[in-house]
């Protein structure tokens, strides 16, 4: 899928729901990275998707930049930090200039109490349940999964699966 975004999206499709214990996660390339902005813009996995598209709507993604960072962000329905924001990692690749290719893999796992954020098969960030589904924040682990771009964004997804762990 060649996605080229204007504003910041997530796209879902209701079919796709993930409960329990799973792993989601698909590989991202930027052909050109930066083609579109003029410094970098993150890309990723949604997880938890909650009342979509409505006021009360609840997720949580974790997204790469091209620079060599990440984050993990939510919204319920309010926004929400789970860490600093273009927080490092050596993890994440970093392309080697701006209209370089630059590719990531992105996975988020429920693994019982906890929910971890993998980068190119290292983990970058890992919560405890209990601090995510919580007040302000999520209403479930369970829920919709799908796909977030930040805006002005050129890349291209493959391999977008759903396993149960």
Same mark, same amino acid.
């Given at each position: 899928? *060649?996605?080229?975004?204007?504003?910041?999206?997530?796209?879902?499709?209701?079919?796709?729901?993930?409960?329990?214990?799973?792993?989601?996660?698909?590989?991202?390339?930027?052909?050109?990275?930066?083609?579109?902005?003029?410094?970098? *813009?993150? *890309? #990723?996995?949604?997880?938890?998707?909650?009342?979509?598209?409505?006021?009360?709507?609840?997720?949580?993604?974790?997204?790469?930049?091209?620079?060599?960072?990440?984050?993990? =962000?939510?919204?319920?329905?309010?926004?929400?930090?789970?860490?600093?924001? =273009?927080?490092?990692?050596?993890?994440?690749?970093?392309?080697?200039?701006?209209?370089?290719?630059?590719?990531?893999?992105?996975?988020?796992?429920?693994?019982?109490?906890?929910?971890?954020?993998?980068?190119?098969?290292?983990?970058?960030?890992?919560?405890?349940?209990?601090?995510?589904?919580?007040?302000?924040?999520?209403?479930?682990?369970? #829920?919709?999964?799908?796909? =977030?771009?930040?805006?002005?964004?050129?890349?291209?997804?493959?391999?977008?699966?759903? =396993?149960?762990?």
């Amino acid at each position: 899928m *060649h996605v080229t975004t204007g504003p910041a999206v997530t796209y879902w499709n209701p079919a796709n729901q993930a409960s329990g214990k799973y792993t989601v996660k698909a590989t991202f390339k930027e052909p050109k990275f930066m083609n579109l902005n003029s410094h970098p *813009h993150p *890309h #990723g996995i949604m997880i938890a998707g909650n009342d979509l598209g409505t006021a009360k709507q609840s997720f949580l993604y974790c997204s790469a930049y091209g620079s060599g960072n990440f984050i993990v =962000r939510g919204f319920g329905p309010e926004p929400f930090q789970m860490n600093g924001r =273009r927080e490092p990692n050596a993890a994440i690749a970093k392309a080697a200039a701006p209209g370089e290719p630059v590719t990531q893999e992105i996975a988020l796992s429920v693994k019982g109490d906890k929910l971890e954020c993998a980068i190119n098969g290292t983990v970058v960030g890992s919560y405890d349940k209990s601090t995510v589904v919580t007040a302000g924040k999520l209403t479930s682990i369970d #829920g919709v999964y799908g796909l =977030r771009f930040a805006h002005n964004t050129d890349v291209i997804v493959t391999g977008l699966t759903m =396993r149960k762990n």
